[in-house]
């Protein structure tokens, strides 16, 4: 088993295939939030954090983040976690 990988928001964005606007709308921020992650001036913090946690967990389980992205549906703002943890699961049966 390979260790666990501490992820930037950047890294998770392109992992699952996001350019900035469209994670931008994923998350409800602007594209500037997003460019402002990217590069590190400043970090998510609250739900955005916690999405973005979930995220680097289910990538570590090795879940696809192409299949990540096609579960993502764009005007929600938030990504539901219990879907990551049910996609986990299925990958490990």
Avoid: Y
Avoid at 55 to 62: A, D, I, K, S, T
Avoid at 78 to 91: C, D, N, P, S, Y
Wanted: some cysteine.
């Amino acid at each position: 088993m390979s260790k666990a990988k501490d992820r930037t928001p950047r890294q998770i964005r392109e992992a699952l295939g996001f350019d900035r606007r469209s994670w931008a709308r994923v998350l409800g921020v602007t594209p500037k939030t997003i460019e402002r992650w990217d590069i590190g001036v400043c970090t998510p913090v609250g739900l955005a954090d916690e999405i973005m946690r979930a995220l680097n967990q289910v990538l570590n389980e090795g879940v696809p983040g192409a299949d990540i992205h096609s579960r993502i549906t764009l005007g929600l703002g938030a990504f539901i976690a219990t879907e990551l943890v049910a996609l986990a699961k299925k990958r490990t049966t």
